[in-house]
Each structure stands twice: as C-alpha cells, then as structure tokens.
T-cell receptor, first 114, second 114 residues
Framework: SQELEQSPQSLIVQEGKNLTINCTSSKTLYGLYWYKQKYGEGLIFLMMLQKGGEEKSHEKITAKLDEKKQQSSLHITASQPSHAGIYLCGAEGRSGGGADGLTFGKGTHLIIQP | NAGVMQNPRHLVRRRGQEARLRCSPMKGHSHVYWYRQLPEEGLKFMVYLQKENIIDESGMPKERFSAEFPKEGPSILRIQQVVRGDSAAYFC????????????FGEGSWLTVV
C-alpha cells in the first residue's frame, strides 16, 4: 500500500517568513492533494497536482510535484496568522479514479508566531 | 452551491448505543468517501460508495460498522454498540468520481463515546 511521509511534523514560523512543507511517497503519485485543517474543523481543499513538474499557486501558497512524481512540496510566502493549521497531503492510489480513496500523510502542524 | 454537508457535527453516545452519521454530497457528486481521524493519528480511509453500491470497504472494521448510500437521501455511516475506541472525527468526502476530479470534504462529525 502507498505511504506518505510528511516533513516536518510540526513547524513554528515567525509571521512574515517563508516556509516549505514536504510530502514524499513510497510509490508514484497519480494525483496529489493538499488540504488544510484547522483544529476541530474540516479539511479545506488547497490544490491538486497530477503531472510531473506541475506547479500551482493560489494567493501566497505554491505547490509543486516533482518530475518523478514521488515528492510534492507546499511553499508559503510571507506567512500570516491565517496560515496556521494542519497541512495534509493525500494521494490517489493505483491509477487514480478514487477507487482506493485517498491515502493521507500524518500532517504538518504549522504555528505562526506574531 | 452547498458543500459536503455532515450531521450531526457533534454526537455523544454511551457505550453500547448506536451512532448514525449522515453525509449529503456536493450537488452533482455521485461518489462518497468516509474517513476516520483518531486522536494523534492521521486520516484513514474507511469506505467508498456510489449510489446503492459499496465500491471499496477495505478500511471498514469488520464488525459493528456499516455504510450505505441509498438512491434517495444522504449516505449514512452506522456504528453499532459503540465502544470508547470509536471516539473520533468522522469525515465524509465527495467527488464526481473520475481521476482528476477534486475530492471535497465535509466539516466532520465528532463522536464521543462515554
């Protein structure tokens, strides 16, 4: 079965600084999802990547999928308190299609210090 | 366009009682997924359903847990004879089903067994 390793497990960053979260897969990624979860709340969809080398941005958040499709990174520029939360990467199994559901990493807890 | 709707948001049950969690997918979505998030653990896939069909239930505990997605009405996750270890956040997600279609999550149902 596919396993996703996220690093770091937790991260404390001063407001205004940049940060990067990584997600590494034991197998080729056919669809890689990034979600954000605030404590005690649901998952908010951020971005989905499918193609090797693909990069997407939304506001101050950029996600990339490497050419080999086994690693993704999430980069936040000029962090703000609203970025605090748990960031989860999730991957489609096999050839995608949702048949396996998504496999998730354990998450990265991000704290923004004012 | 309403998102994935889950209810109840919070549920308290005594040991041995039954818990029923409901999920209405996003409009136009015919695929539903249930996930469980235990304290200190990641998000784990439980079951994947289409209307009137269970596609993949490989993540469901063998006993006491069942799920359905009837032709009419919401998807229901049912837990019989709950035990303290069932206390968790249960998330429902939906999609249009094909690979590359975004999977959206609900706000979750927090079950506490006392």
């Amino acid at each position: 079965s596919q396993e996703l390793e996220q690093s770091p497990q937790s991260l404390i960053v001063q407001e205004g600084k940049n940060l990067t979260i990584n997600c590494t897969s034991s197998k080729t990624l056919y669809g890689l999802y990034w979600y954000k979860q605030k404590y005690g709340e649901g998952l908010i969809f951020l971005m989905m990547l499918q193609k090797g080398g693909e990069e997407k941005s939304h506001e101050k958040i950029t996600a990339k999928l490497d050419e080999k499709k086994q690693q993704s990174s999430l980069h936040i520029t000029a962090s703000q308190p609203s970025h605090a939360g748990i960031y989860l990467c999730g991957a489609e199994g096999r050839s995608g299609g949702g048949a396996d559901g998504l496999t998730f990493g354990k998450g990265t807890h991000l704290i923004i210090q004012p | 366009n309403a998102g994935v709707m889950q209810n109840p948001r919070h549920l308290v049950r005594r040991r041995g009682q039954e818990a029923r969690l409901r999920c209405s997918p996003m409009k136009g979505h015919s695929h539903v997924y249930w996930y469980r998030q235990l304290p200190e653990e990641g998000l784990k896939f439980m079951v994947y359903l289409q209307k009137e069909n269970i596609i993949d239930e490989s993540g469901m505990p063998k006993e006491r847990f069942s799920a359905e997605f009837p032709k009419e009405g919401p998807s229901i996750l049912r837990i019989q004879q709950v035990v303290r270890g069932d206390s968790a956040a249960y998330f429902c997600a939906s999609s249009q089903g094909d690979s590359g279609n975004t999977i959206y999550f609900g706000e979750g149902s927090w079950l506490t067994v006392v």
